[in-house]
Antibody, heavy 121, light 111 residues
């Protein structure tokens, strides 16, 4: 069974930094792209970032470029999101998601429960 | 950016009846590969989203055949036949043709 478990969320002041982690299990982590998708409280879903299997390619939504960095450690089956210069509008539940980037799907086929990040003074 | 617009934003459905949700994209979702990357997700309260349909009409593993997707170009539909109590929640369409963007969501309640 695919399991994605996020951690690292919390309350941070505007301008601050936070590092999110996602522990993956139940599948061959090294064969999948991985992603972060966020959901502001009571709002819809927003794709944040993707990372290729070997970490070589990374893509970001425009609103986080230059502030967030996605990374992975394939020896630990772990995905990370380093967030800096945080703004109030970054407040959201951050979901780790597995991305099937194959020619047939290009969708997020497994999701974690998420970790809440609150940016407030 | 491709903007995804869902209608209606909320729907009350009688148990056993059908429900339909529409999703329109601001530009064609036909990829250079010839595929159309339109997916549907279901999110129950307090749960993460779950993939239902990918590439317009393909049901993901374990998804009941009560769920069906259709459409082409910029107009797509999710149909839920014989609605059950477990179908409550919010449904999102998502395009994966040019990066990834989601619709606003459609809240489905059962009467």
């Amino acid at each position: 069974e695919v399991q994605l478990v996020e951690s690292g969320g919390g309350l941070v002041q505007p301008g601050g930094s936070l590092r999110l982690s996602c522990a993956a299990s139940g599948f061959s982590f090294t064969t999948y792209w991985m992603s972060w998708v966020r959901q502001a409280p009571g709002k819809g879903l927003e794709w944040v970032a993707n990372i290729k299997q070997d970490g070589g390619d990374k893509y970001y939504v425009d609103s986080v470029k230059g502030r967030f960095t996605i990374s992975r450690d394939n020896t630990k089956n772990a995905l990370y999101l380093q967030m800096s210069s945080l703004r109030a509008e970054d407040t959201a539940v951050y979901h780790c998601a597995r991305l099937d980037f194959g020619a047939s799907v290009r969708a997020f086929d497994s999701w974690g429960q998420g970790t809440l990040v609150t940016v407030s003074s | 950016d491709i903007v995804m617009t869902q209608t209606p934003l909320s729907s009350v459905v009688t148990l056993g009846q059908s429900a339909s949700i529409s999703c329109r994209s601001s530009q064609s979702l036909v990829h250079s590969s010839g595929n159309t990357y339109l997916s549907w997700f279901h999110q129950r309260p307090g749960q993460p989203p779950r993939l239902l349909i990918y590439r317009v009409s393909n049901r993901f593993s374990g998804v009941p055949d009560r769920f069906s997707g259709s459409g082409a170009g910029t107009d797509f539909t999710l149909k839920i036949s014989r609605v059950e109590a477990e179908d409550v929640g919010v449904y999102y369409c998502m395009q994966g043709t040019q990066w990834w963007t989601f619709g606003q969501g459609t809240k489905v309640e059962i009467k």
